[in-house]
């Protein structure tokens, strides 16, 4: 893996013209790339301001503190992955899955993203992860920013008909963090070819149906 940040690039009007907002969204993204490409010791305010393209000055500007930027990660990083069970092959708001085998396929969907096209994201989930073990204040951020996928996931869980869908929610999160950790860091992770999407359609079908039995 390449150790030089990636690139940050958003469609819509040049960086200087970006509200704060938008800037604020610009600098997460550039710091998520540049974690994923060169780990937590890569990120600075000044790398993530080359890898946004933003003036030298700009991400002390809006996020003082390094851990203001990590807490800053956390946060876009929760939108993102959450945004993804929104949104699957370019379809907003899918029905919401009316059984096991549905929810099996939402699951299988999001996992190959993650595994693919999404995966420098996951591995800077997982860098920053590791620094919120060590620091109270990420790890209250890390643990508020994971609260959107429970809830999502215990909300589906109620629907399909689980009688505990909070535990079932927790075992089927954690289920989905191990096989991901697995293919992106584990000690195989680098020997064998990504899963395709029908041997994660395989594995989710009896994840969601084990966690219903929660």
Same mark, same amino acid.
């Given at each position: ?9 958003? &469609? ?25 490409? +060169?780990?937590? @010791? ?6 993530? &301001? ?5 003036? =030298? ?6 996020? !003082? ?12 990083? +929760? ?11 370019? $379809?907003?708001?899918? #029905?919401?899955?009316?059984? #096991? ?11 190959? @993203? ?9 591995? +800077? @989930?997982?860098?920053?992860?590791? %620094? ?14 994971? @609260? ?9 869980? =109620?629907?399909?008909?689980? /009688? !505990?869908?909070? %535990? ?13 950790? &697995? ?10 070819? $990504?899963?395709?999407? /029908? /041997? ?9 149906? +084990?966690?219903?039995?929660?």
């Amino acid at each position: 893996m390449s150790s030089t940040p990636a690139r940050g690039s958003a &469609d819509g009007p040049a960086p200087a013209a970006r509200s704060g907002t938008d800037r604020r969204t610009l600098i997460a993204d550039a710091a998520i790339a540049t974690v994923a490409a +060169a780990g937590l @010791r890569g990120l600075t305010h000044r790398a993530v &301001d080359t890898a946004a393209g933003l003036p =030298a000055g700009s991400t002390s500007y809006y996020f !003082r503190t390094r851990t203001a930027l990590l807490g800053a990660c956390f946060e876009r990083l +929760a939108e993102l992955d959450l945004s993804d069970f929104d949104a699957r092959d370019g $379809a907003p708001s899918p #029905p919401v899955p009316t059984g #096991p085998a549905e929810a099996a396929d939402l699951m299988a969907d999001v996992l190959h @993203r993650w595994l693919t096209t999404g995966r420098e994201r996951q591995l +800077a @989930r997982y860098e920053l992860s590791l %620094e919120a073990a060590r620091n109270p204040e990420l790890g209250a951020r890390l643990h508020e920013a994971g @609260r959107g996928a429970r809830d999502g996931a215990a909300a589906l869980l =109620a629907a399909l008909g689980a /009688e !505990r869908p909070r %535990e079932a929610a927790e075992a089927l999160v954690a289920w989905t963090d191990g096989v991901l950790y &697995d293919r992106l860091a584990g000690a195989l992770a680098h020997t064998r070819p $990504a899963p395709t999407r /029908e /041997e994660l359609r395989a594995l989710a079908d009896v994840m969601v149906r +084990a966690a219903l039995t929660v």
